[in-house]
């Protein structure tokens, strides 16, 4: 028998100003699990963690935990209610209480709390903080404490908005990873709302891909970023490559050859998509490039328009021989081709996306 998830969220619906802000989402979160709610600002993801922690009330839909109604047409239970724990960006700690308070806060007074307070602390590299306030803490240790606060009543389900988004940039990557071993170890199932990207693919089990109010696609991070559903959900995750094409028997011409439109009628005018990072470069031999290959397709001929060093890669600018399609790959190395210089490039046919062209017929 499949595990009952911890949350499970059926046709929410808000409508706030006027306008449909949360428009028919359906969710499952299972025991362990972190599923990242991600999209552009104003989709509509802090108004769903809203609905689902209680603070705010559904115009449609129903929401389960642990296999038990907690929101519906007829019913709203309080936040206090639900055994979720939450966690916000601007995590505030009771100033006036020490960390130990501030952990032990949302538990019974005894033993028993002293012990979890202490455990939770030592869980998140702590131990030794207890007596210590708020104000005398960096930025990531409040963080922590702020997760074993969450944490202490053993909430089923873990609700996290933008939890990072305060944090320095060269912190953010360990608290990142430390927390979610926290969370694993706790078996909680986690919604995280997030607008970034790298956060999500670094954090999730599940994405669940927001636009609009809606659901656009729910995956794995490899399957969401190596299967998007369009173009949009493509270039949310890198810069894209999008190379116009026309569909004539199930097939749409490109520089790099035919590529299959499966299912599209005759006309129909798409997108062909691919990342710069994976397109393949090789060099000009007397005229010619590497043979075809079934899994490259073929190469086709470019000119450097311009090379730029980023960082971690190169980023190489080129015009094809077609005279107008421009294409951008990038290089995990230094690669800085001088402009007018002719390479090869060929792309993977697995890590091309052909998509009816929004708006087209
Ligand atoms: N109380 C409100 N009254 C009217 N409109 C609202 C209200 N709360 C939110 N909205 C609007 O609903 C939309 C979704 O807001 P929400 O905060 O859920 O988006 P978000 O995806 O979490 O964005 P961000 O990443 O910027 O926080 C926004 O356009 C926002 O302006």
């Not at 028919?24 to 108004?47: E, M, R, W, Y």
């Not at 090789?282 to 397709?297: I, K, L, M, Q, V």
Request: charged fraction near 25%; charge should be neutral.
């Amino acid at each position: 028998m499949p595990l009952q998830p911890r949350l499970s969220i059926e046709g929410l619906v808000r409508n706030l100003g006027g306008r449909r802000v949360v428009d028919g989402i359906d969710l499952t979160v299972a025991a362990g699990q972190v599923t990242c709610l991600l999209g552009p600002s104003g989709c509509g993801k802090s108004t769903t963690l809203r609905l689902i922690a209680g603070v705010d009330r559904q115009d449609a839909g129903t929401i389960w935990m642990d296999g038990v109604q907690v929101a519906g047409p007829d019913l709203h239970r309080p936040p206090e209610a639900r055994g979720i724990g939450l966690m916000f960006q601007d995590f505030a700690l009771f100033p006036h209480l020490t960390v130990a308070q501030n952990v032990g806060f949302g538990l019974p007074r005894g033993a028993a709390s002293v012990a979890r307070a202490l455990e939770l602390l030592a869980r998140v590299n702590l131990s030794g903080y207890e007596e210590k306030y708020p104000h005398e803490l960096s930025g990531g240790e409040q963080q922590r404490v702020a997760l074993a606060r969450a944490l202490a009543p053993r909430p089923s389900i873990m609700l996290m908005d933008e939890p990072f988004s305060g944090l320095d940039d060269r912190l953010r990557d360990g608290i990142r990873d430390e927390t979610l071993a926290v969370l694993k170890e706790e078996g909680t199932a986690v919604l995280l709302v997030t607008h970034e990207p790298s956060e999500a693919m670094r954090m999730a089990d599940e994405i669940a891909l927001m636009r609009n109010g809606r659901i656009v696609q729910r995956a794995a991070p490899y399957n969401i970023y190596n299967a998007p559903v369009d173009l949009k959900a493509a270039s949310f995750f890198s810069d894209v490559n999008v190379l116009p094409g026309k569909v004539h028997g199930a097939l749409t011409d490109t520089p790099f050859g035919q590529f299959l439109a499966p299912g599209l009628p005759d006309g129909t005018e798409v997108d062909i998509v691919f990342r710069p990072q994976h397109v393949r470069l090789d060099f000009d031999r007397h005229g010619r490039g590497p043979n075809p290959t079934a899994a490259e397709g073929a190469p086709a001929r470019a000119t450097v328009l311009r090379a730029r060093f980023m960082g971690r890669e190169s980023l190489v600018e080129f015009l094809m021989d077609d005279g107008h399609s421009r294409v951008s790959a990038t290089v995990p190395a230094v690669f800085l081709p001088k402009p007018g210089t002719i390479l090869w490039l060929s792309i993977p046919r697995d890590r091309c996306f052909v998509f009816r062209r929004e708006g087209a017929v």
